[in-house]
């Protein structure tokens, strides 16, 4: 049967499942609060990367956490603040960064990234979509013989689960990157992952989208949640009431704010990142991660982005030029030649990344509530997993047999 659905978000996740949702036939609204032309969906690195195996939630990230969390220049920076919501996720991140929990996490991370890669490439292959696609893998960069210790068990892990992985050395990079100095002792090399340009693949979606019947509300921020019975009868905005069959709750960093209104208790934290496009020719060619660093370089269409850091310190559009002045200088100690203008670095846009505690997304039906989907909390992994989320919604909705198995993701799930 066919069903009128509203989804409550418009960005990558967002669109991947009004997309299928679309492609069964049913009659699709979504509903932003913005205008759909920015935030974390268009600023991100691009990648989809099943390398990314081993989820934010781990005794590593644990222990630099604690080192990094109250410096400001650090990749992981949480401003000091008195906040329950804060408190208790950060509670529920300490409890999860186990062994046991990445042991857990990594077949549940590649299945999801994989099957996510799959569907672009069948996305890509519509003539619709004209948006940049590249497959010429992923480095990572290593200044020091730590870091570069600390990849080879990362290569181990990947080729283990059978992805395409391996190290490489100083003189490996000089071939793969002939044209452009690069600063480090050596790295690994994942051929298993791709890279987009986020805005290309959002501008083809919402037009194929629009061509194809599905409604799009922009500048329409949610009110009030009706409620009656354990099902959502309408959605309020200032000026009107959307009714619909089904609800999809994908609306990133703010979600948990929308969540409370149905008495759901979704922990999650806004992880602000930050994006600088160079303009100019750089000569970078294949996608690489400053490994030491947690910065992001990604040559796509037309210019270069840089980009990185996790930043939670609640829901802002703050920019912090110290943070970004890390950002370029860390660029530069790989790549000294690397030339960003103050042009670049002035037009300095970020995104909010919804991130849950244990590093896992929320995916699935909550007991709170009949006729509500939740897909939100992909952290900085929403753009690799963001197909598969779309597809197992649209699975979900027709009570279909599920492409993966979701229970670890479950919105009730307990930390």
Not at 22 to 46: F, L, P, Q
Not at 282 to 300: D, F, G, Q, R, W
Not at 304 to 322: D, F, H, L, V, Y
Request: with cysteine; charged share 20%.
């Amino acid at each position: 049967m066919k069903k009128k659905i509203v989804i409550i978000g418009g960005g990558i996740i967002g669109l991947c499942t009004a997309y299928y949702l679309n492609e069964k036939g049913h009659n699709v609204t979504i509903v932003d609060k913005s205008d759909m032309n920015s935030g974390t969906s268009y600023v991100n690195a691009g990648y989809l990367s099943p390398s990314h195996l081993i989820p934010l939630a781990s005794p590593d990230s644990l222990k630099n956490g604690l080192k990094w969390m109250f410096d400001s220049k650090s990749p992981l920076y949480i401003k000091p603040r008195f906040n329950l919501s804060l408190l208790n996720w950060m509670y529920a991140f300490a409890k999860s960064s186990s062994n046991s929990h990445v042991n857990k996490s990594i077949p549940l991370i590649k299945d999801i990234t994989l099957l996510s890669q799959k569907l672009y490439d069948e996305i890509k292959q519509k003539s619709d979509f004209n948006f940049h696609y590249d497959k010429k893998g992923l480095l990572m960069l290593c200044k020091s013989q730590k870091y570069l210790d600390s990849e080879s068990k990362l290569v181990d892990i990947a080729v283990s689960n059978g992805l395409k992985a391996k190290m490489v050395t100083k003189s490996d990079l000089k071939k793969i990157e002939p044209n452009i100095k690069i600063d480090a002792i050596g790295g690994s090399y994942f051929k298993c992952d791709f890279h987009t340009t986020p805005n290309e693949f959002m501008s083809d979606m919402k037009k194929y989208l629009k061509s194809n019947g599905v409604k799009i509300i922009t500048n329409t921020k949610i009110t009030d949640i009706n409620i009656k019975n354990g099902i959502i009868k309408n959605i309020n905005s200032f000026d009107n009431k959307i009714y619909a069959d089904e609800f999809v709750l994908c609306a990133g960093s703010w979600s948990n704010l929308l969540a409370k209104k149905l008495n759901l208790k979704l922990l999650l934290q806004a992880g602000k990142g930050y994006s600088i496009n160079i303009l100019d020719k750089t000569n970078i060619t294949t996608p690489a991660i400053l490994s030491e660093a947690k910065v992001a370089v990604t040559p796509m269409n037309g210019f270069t982005r840089i980009a990185g850091t996790m930043e939670i310190a609640g829901i802002n559009k703050n920019i912090s030029k110290e943070r970004v002045d890390t950002i370029v200088n860390l660029s530069k100690n790989y790549y000294p030649e690397l030339n960003i203008k103050s042009t670049d670095i002035n037009n300095v846009s970020s995104g909010l990344r919804p991130v849950s505690p244990d590093g896992l997304p929320y995916i699935g039906r909550s007991s709170k509530c009949d006729n509500l989907i939740i897909a939100t909390g992909h952290a900085m992994m929403g753009w690799s997993m963001a197909t598969a989320t779309g597809l197992i919604v649209s699975e979900i909705l027709e009570d279909k047999k599920l492409s993966l198995n979701i229970q670890s993701y479950s919105p009730d799930r307990k930390f």
